[in-house]
Every structure is written in C-alpha cells, then in structure tokens.
C-alpha cells in the first residue's frame, strides 16, 4: 500500500549506486541484525528499500515514511504501508498504523532542518518498550579534526560532509538532542575505528577514544515518560 501527499520530483540514487558498488555497510548489518523475526517495523527514510527488503525476508511487517516518491515506489514491494511525505511534517505519522516494534532510523536524521520534530511525532507511534534504532555520522571523527585545524571543511557528494547533510553531530550533541526529545538512551553502539594496521588494538581504541575514531554511532533508544 502507498499512500502519497507530495507531486513526484526528479531525484538520484547516488545511496543505491554506493550499496551496488561496496555492498552493505557494518552500520547496515548491526542495524538489521538488531531487529528480531517477524516484528512490527517503522523505517523512516528508507530510500529505495534495500534494508527493507532484508526486514520482509525476515518476515517483519514493514511501515515506512519517504520523502522521494521514486524511491517509495521502490520500497513499496516490501512494505505493509509507505507514506510519500515529509518526516518534519506531523501529516505522515497521523496515517501510520503503530505502535511499533522497532523503529529504524538509518543516516536520516543530519538531513532534517528539524530532527526534533521527527522525533516528537514518532512518540505517538510506540511504547516505552518500543526500540529506536538511529545511526548519526560523527563530525568529531578524526579526519574531520584534522581537516578543521588546517582550515578546511569542503562537501563531498557522500560521507561525513555530504552536501545534503544539515545537520552534525558529536556523540554529545546527539545524546542531547535524544534526551531533550523525550527519549532514554539504552545504549549506544560504537563503530569499528577505521584506522590501518591496527588489528587486534581496535577494541581497545574503541573504548579509549570513542568520539576520535568512530565514523558514525549507533543509538538505542526507548521512548521516556516523565
């Protein structure tokens, strides 16, 4: 099913071209392998539905919200319901049919003017047991520190400073805006540091600098009621 409120417009897959190139991310495979068989799932900006179409495979029930109606149209072949529409928009999550299971929220929030919208209106949607899954890439990375003392801050097409990204995140930041959202922070995973020759020393830099070689975190989050 797909229910649509926006006029279709023209938009590129460069998402898709990255996946058919490079496969599936450590990001995606944590994210997915954290959702349990057969649940309820809410996936906020799916794209064109590769991580969707693992979830139907493992028999979840799918719900989704997505801005690009191309996109959705592809999604919608593993979807119980996807709603072409805006995630800042209260409009999209009045037709969804919660609560949910899980929630997934893959490398979409530092695309929103207002992520705290987004997360205000899917409060409605689940239950202090419900799970959110939300992926943040780290503008505290350690390349971008460098680049910063050398004066630069140039976007790129993809990455930390893709040119659609609005908004950034230190570890901080982002347990803040969660926090002040409405939300406990159960827990958050740390990615594998990117650093070469490191080997068997990864899991100790993991834990030592957390903010300094992580790419991107991975939040778990319950919804809190005061």
Partial sequence: MMTTNLQPEQYTSKYDQL??????????????????????VLELGPSSGYMTKILAQKDCTV??????????EKAAVYCRKIIVGSLEEDAPFELLDGPYDYVLIADVLEHLRAPEKT???LRSQITPTSLVLVSLPNIAYW??????LKGRFDYTDTGLLDRTHLRFY??????AMFTEAGFRIEYVHITPPIVPRLGRLKEW??????????VNF?????????
Wanted: aromatic fraction near 10%; glycine fraction near 4%; charge should be positive.
């Fill in 170 to 175: 230190t570890l901080k930041t982002a347990a």
């Fill in 19 to 40: 996946l058919q190139t490079g496969g599936y991310s450590t990001t995606h495979v944590y994210l997915l392998q954290q959702i349990a068989s057969r649940s309820l």
């Fill in 119 to 121: 997360l205000q209106y």
């Fill in 218 to 226: 991975i939040f778990h989050l319950r919804r809190h009621d005061a």
């Fill in 205 to 214: 830099v993991k834990r030592k600098w957390p903010t300094l070689f992580s």
């Fill in 143 to 148: 390349e971008m520190r460098l680049a910063l």
């Fill in 63 to 72: 719900d989704a919200i997505e801005l690009n109606p191309h996109d959705a």
